[in-house]
């Protein structure tokens, strides 16, 4: 029995109108979060310049605390993973001719940002087939021209665990430089990230962590630290401060996201890591079942599951956001579908299993007929 976490729901402002089973693509921000960030924001209105002085220092703090959370002494503040895959990329010297192993699961945007990285540099993509063993895959597909491997702590379309220990550790051995889009990791899994041995590594705060958005770390290993290039040069020195710096922009999601770390631990983050890993597993039962779909097998520690609709749902990206907004226009629901008729759901402690029953009663007649 999965037993939902007293008074979680009433943590969040979302619409009750609206079944929210994505918490997996934008997260959630808990009220107390959004009246930190607010707060911030009132400070910065009340005296700028007074605000812009103090910055440096509390955004030290902010790092520190984050960093701390997730094991790293390197981290920098980015605003998502997309832009510290960027700055990874910005700053690991290429050839024309030297290759970068990507997969066949890697994030939409990532994978757009290597297509232009490769067209500007010269450089080769070299795409790995994860099949059944990533690291054979990865480490299969490196030769004497590789430079750079990118892939997936935990992938956005598949909810696949990746083994980054074990890769960052093959990849070092070959030379290889590892860049890892650890988007859904911090909050979602333990992490030790200095231990896990990756020349770059990047999460999002915004998804498991419970931060305002836009908000997200770069952790980076020593030897690479001095060579970052920031994406804007502007009055920061040194990493981290030189990719942090955006001269006025908005930090408050940055400084608030410490915030959002402290409702996660004072929840119990063991605790709420269990009951969402659960309730993902409940829901993917009760709507495989339902939809006679194939159930994709989960792992552990991941509260995302995948259920493949079968041919003829959602096989391109426009099929799949028009069905994804068919269903919440008819049901309520607000879910993700991947391209190929992938159907992932999200687990958060504002959901329950009767999330999952209703959704799973009503969604096959809504697709009868589609196919």
């Given at each position: 029995m999965?037993v939902p976490?007293p008074?979680a729901?009433e943590?969040f402002?979302l619409?009750p109108e609206?079944?929210q089973?994505?918490?997996?693509s934008?997260?959630a ?8 960030q607010?707060r911030?924001?009132?400070?910065l209105e009340?005296?700028p310049?007074r605000?812009f002085?103090?910055?440096?220092g509390?955004?030290a703090e902010?790092?520190g605390?984050?960093?701390a959370?997730l094991?790293?002494?390197?981290g920098?503040l980015v605003a998502?993973a ?5 700055v990874?990329?910005?700053?690991i010297p ?6 970068i192993?990507?997969?066949d699961?890697?994030?939409?945007a990532?994978?757009?940002a ?5 067209a500007?540099t010269?450089a080769v ?17 490196v030769?004497e021209r590789t430079?750079?491997?990118?892939f997936?702590?935990?992938s956005?379309s598949?909810?696949?665990?990746l083994?980054v220990?074990?890769l960052?550790?093959e ?14 990791a911090p909050g979602?899994l333990?992490?030790d990230?200095?231990a896990?041995g990756a020349?770059?590594w990047?999460g999002?705060l915004?998804?498991w962590?419970f931060a305002?958005r ?5 952790a980076?290993?020593p030897?690479?630290r001095?060579r ?5 040069v502007?009055?920061?020195e040194g990493?981290?401060?030189s990719?942090e ?9 940055w400084l608030?996201?410490?915030?959002g770390l402290a409702?996660l631990e004072r929840?119990?983050i ?10 993902a ?5 009760v ?10 097998p989960?792992?552990?520690?991941v509260?995302m599951?995948v259920?493949r609709?079968?041919?003829g749902l959602?096989?391109t990206?426009a ?9 919440l226009?008819r ?7 991947e ?6 759901l999200s687990?958060?402690?504002y ?7 209703r959704?799973a ?11």
């Amino acid at each position: 029995m999965i037993v939902p976490l007293p008074g979680a729901r009433e943590l969040f402002s979302l619409d009750p109108e609206i079944v929210q089973l994505n918490h997996g693509s934008f997260g959630a921000v808990p009220i107390e979060v959004q009246q930190a960030q607010r707060r911030w924001r009132d400070e910065l209105e009340r005296a700028p310049d007074r605000f812009f002085v103090r910055l440096p220092g509390r955004l030290a703090e902010a790092r520190g605390r984050i960093a701390a959370f997730l094991g790293t002494g390197g981290g920098a503040l980015v605003a998502n993973a997309t832009e510290g895959v960027a700055v990874a990329l910005g700053s690991i010297p290429v050839r024309p001719g030297d290759e970068i192993i990507h997969t066949d699961h890697g994030y939409a945007a990532v994978e757009l940002a290597l297509r232009r990285h490769a067209a500007e540099t010269g450089a080769v993509l070299v795409r790995a087939e994860l099949g059944a063993d990533p690291v054979a895959a990865i480490t299969g597909a490196v030769t004497e021209r590789t430079r750079i491997a990118v892939f997936d702590h935990v992938s956005s379309s598949a909810a696949r665990l990746l083994p980054v220990a074990r890769l960052a550790k093959e990849l070092a051995a070959r030379e290889v430089v590892t860049v890892v889009d650890g988007a859904h990791a911090p909050g979602m899994l333990p992490l030790d990230l200095d231990a896990l041995g990756a020349d770059f590594w990047v999460g999002n705060l915004h998804k498991w962590a419970f931060a305002p958005r836009p908000a997200a770390m770069l952790a980076v290993a020593p030897h690479w630290r001095e060579r970052v290039r920031p994406l804007v040069v502007s009055y920061g020195e040194g990493y981290p401060a030189s990719v942090e710096w955006r001269g006025t922009g908005d930090y408050s999601s940055w400084l608030a996201a410490p915030e959002g770390l402290a409702v996660l631990e004072r929840l119990g983050i063991e605790r709420v890591r269990a009951h969402n890993e659960a309730l993902a597993a409940y829901g993917q039962r009760v709507l495989a079942e339902a939809l006679a779909g194939e159930a994709v097998p989960g792992w552990p520690g991941v509260p995302m599951r995948v259920v493949r609709l079968g041919p003829g749902l959602g096989t391109t990206r426009a099929e799949a956001d028009a069905l994804g907004e068919l269903v919440l226009d008819r049901l309520g629901y607000q879910i993700k579908i991947e391209p190929g008729g992938l159907l992932r759901l999200s687990a958060q402690i504002y959901n329950t299993t009767a999330d999952y029953d209703r959704l799973a009663e009503r969604l096959p007649a809504l697709l009868t007929g589609r196919r």
